[in-house]
């Protein structure tokens, strides 16, 4: 079977999006990608600060409620229908919940030939990457460097800390 769907988790500024562009680009066929930030984006306002939405906490703290759960589901079955439908989709995502994260992607993804990846960095890199960016809860990085991949299986693990996205774009592709 020819792999439908990567899913890429790690946590907030470990490289994904960067590594994803590099996907799109060396991967020889054309790839739809959605993140979980494209998703929180597109949320309504008031759903963020909500306790029934998605809420940052000042130490980086993520704490997501029912509505989002909801909203959450839909989306990842919306980019089921898209795999289903021929596209070729890769997701950058963050595995808050752990394997629970997972098995609600496995759920949307039943029948579906997906390639599981998980994104490394070093705690301070990916801190160091989040003070450069501006556009983040200053500690969100490290806090979600290691809690994201405990008790998660991958097909493919890479890390971000000295490895170059391109490169590990190119590590990814050889497993598709």
Known sequence: MTTQVIVLNGGSSSGKSGIVRCLQD?????WL???????VEALPAK????????TFAADGGVSVGAE??????AWAEGIAAMARAGAGVIVDDVF???????ERWQK?????DVLWVG????????????IARGDRVRGMAASQAHVVHEGVRYDVEV???HTEALACAHTIAAHV
């Open 26 to 30: 060396v991967l020889p066929d054309p």
């Open 159 to 161: 890390d971000t800390t």
């Open 119 to 130: 994104v490394r960095c070093d705690g301070a890199v990916a801190e160091g990457r989040e």
């Open 96 to 102: 808050l919940g752990g394997p629970h994260s997972r």
């Open 68 to 73: 989002f759960r909801a909203l959450d589901a």
């Open 47 to 54: 759903m963020q600060g909500s306790e029934e939405g998605i």
């Open 108 to 112: 949307a993804l039943a029948g579906l």
């Open 33 to 39: 990608a959605f993140g979980v930030d494209s998703f």
